[in-house]
T-cell receptor, first 110, second 115 residues
Framework: GENVEQHPSTLSVQEGDSAVIKCTYSDSASNYFPWYKQELGKRPQLIID?????GEKKDQRIAVTLNKTAKHFSLHITETQPEDSAVYFCAAPNFNKFYFGSGTKLNVKP | DTEVTQTPKHLVMGMTNKKSLKCEQHMGHRAMYWYKQKAKKPPELMFVYSYEKLSINESVPSRFSPECPNSSLLNLHLHALQPEDSALYLC??????????????FGPGTRLTVL
């Protein structure tokens, strides 16, 4: 199956700073790359996604960049807030099989 | 209705019990999924149903038996589970792709404890 690697496993930033989480994938046929946020005890929720026909997508403080040649994509959160603290998962689905990265625990310190 | 619902929220069962988890969505999605999530780990795909037919089984032990009675409902029947099966079981649904994979919507999960 798809191999998705995610780094870092934990990330601690000061409120207002930026946070970047990176994922690499192995299957060159993957063409959809979502990012999920999961707060403690809650369901994963999609925060942003990108398809392979674009290189970058932004939604307010969140952006995702994709480099298909290098097979990696990144989540960028600017002006972080304490409510951004959660575990973030990337995924690289293929034929309805969602393979998730191992997760990044983001801690935003007030 | 843009939610996936799951019942029960919590379930405690013995290794000899038979129980079922239920999932429901009314978004018209024709793909539904079961995931298992252990603490501090990502969701791990178990089963995928497409148009009410089982399309993917990720080599899940037969003590887990999925069922899709109609396009809105997904069940997971549990029998003779082991303590290591204790986890959060998540259901998800998505539109079937027409040229691309689509967003998955997750339910809140069932927290299962096997004694």
């Amino acid at each position: 199956g798809e191999n998705v690697e995610q780094h870092p496993s934990t990330l601690s930033v000061q409120e207002g700073d930026s946070a970047v989480i990176k994922c690499t994938y192995s299957d060159s046929a993957s063409n959809y790359f979502p990012w999920y946020k999961q707060e403690l005890g809650k369901r994963p929720q999609l925060i942003i996604d990108i398809r392979s026909n674009v290189g970058e997508k932004k939604d307010q403080r969140i952006a995702v960049t994709l480099n298909k040649t290098a097979k990696h994509f990144s989540l960028h959160i600017t002006e972080t807030q304490p409510e951004d603290s959660a575990v973030y998962f990337c995924a690289a689905p293929n034929f309805n099989k969602f393979y998730f990265g191992s997760g990044t625990k983001l801690n935003v310190k007030p | 209705d843009t939610e996936v619902t799951q019942t029960p929220k919590h379930l405690v069962m013995g290794m000899t019990n038979k129980k079922s988890l239920k999932c429901e969505q009314h978004m018209g999605h024709r793909a539904m999924y079961w995931y298992k999530q252990k603490a501090k780990k990502p969701p791990e795909l178990m089963f995928v149903y497409s148009y009410e037919k089982l399309s993917i089984n990720e080599s899940v032990p037969s003590r887990f038996s999925p069922e899709c009675p109609n396009s809105s409902l997904l069940n997971l029947h549990l029998h003779a589970l082991q303590p290591e099966d204790s986890a959060l079981y998540l259901c998800a649904s998505s539109q079937l792709p027409s040229g691309g994979i689509n967003e998955q919507f997750f339910g809140p999960g069932t927290r299962l404890t096997v004694l």
